[in-house]
């Protein structure tokens, strides 16, 4: 069972406004991301952080921003939210780069 | 271009049969190759990592094959149940790399 945990699980917001998507694990993994998954569709990785203090973006292009400020936490934030950013957001964390990849139940966002 | 290919129809089996995955890769080379299951609304679960020198990998009703001439791996499920109902996702790692590609999925129903 993977010990990572994301908040909200659904949400539906006006466009326009800011949003933060939470992201914690237990498991002391150096690595996470965020990757962005439409209905049927891949996973595509928007970010990636390889510990404290460092933030990359993936190989998907996205509005959004990151912060790893503390190992467990890494939320997603979203200044000006727009219909084009409906979809699911999945976090993920990873022992080391190649490993095994464990996935948070993901935020699904909806933006009207 | 890269790219990692599966079945984009959805495979029906019926219960107690054999059901066998494809996913096929162009121009990467991947050190390891993954397979993760999603179940709708979900974040993916890691099921099985097989290394670019290993041919087999087994793991209870779970079997995964690496042909790297062929660029092909294949995920077999015997003695399949309803509950194994469910989208594999084939992941690759390219050698000297970090990060985790996925392909799009394959969606499996096995009836009862």
């Known amino acids: 069972e993977a010990d990572i945990y994301q908040t909200p699980r659904y949400l539906v917001i006006g466009t326009g406004k800011k949003i933060t998507l939470e992201c914690s694990q237990t498991m002391g993994h150096d690595k996470m991301y965020w990757y962005q998954q439409d209905p049927g569709m891949e996973l595509h990785l928007i970010h990636y952080?390889?510990?404290?203090?460092?933030?990359e973006k993936g190989d998907l292009s996205s509005e959004s921003t990151v912060s790893r400020i503390r190992t467990e936490h890494f939320p997603l934030t979203l200044e000006s939210a727009r219909p084009s950013h409906t979809s699911q957001y999945l976090c993920?964390?990873?022992?080391?780069?190649?490993?095994?990849?464990?996935f948070g139940e993901g935020s699904w966002l909806t933006v009207v | 271009s890269q790219k990692i290919e599966q079945n984009s129809e959805a495979l029906n089996i019926q219960e107690g049969k054999t059901a066998t995955l494809t996913c096929n890769y162009t121009?990467?080379?991947?050190?390891?190759l993954q397979w993760y299951r999603q179940d709708p609304g979900r974040g993916p679960v890691f099921l099985l990592l097989i290394r670019e020198n290993e041919k087999e990998k087994r793991k209870e009703r779970l079997k995964v094959t690496f042909d790297t001439t062929l660029k092909q791996s294949l995920f077999h499920i015997t003695a399949s149940q309803p509950a194994d109902s469910a989208t594999y996702l084939c992941a690759l790692v390219p050698t000297g790399g970090f990060k985790t590609i996925f392909g799009a999925g394959t969606r499996l129903f096995v009836k009862a």
């Open positions: 952080s390889y510990g404290v203090n460092s933030t």
């Open positions: 993920a964390s990873s022992k080391g780069g190649g490993n095994t990849i464990y």
């Open positions: 121009n990467y080379s991947p050190a390891y």
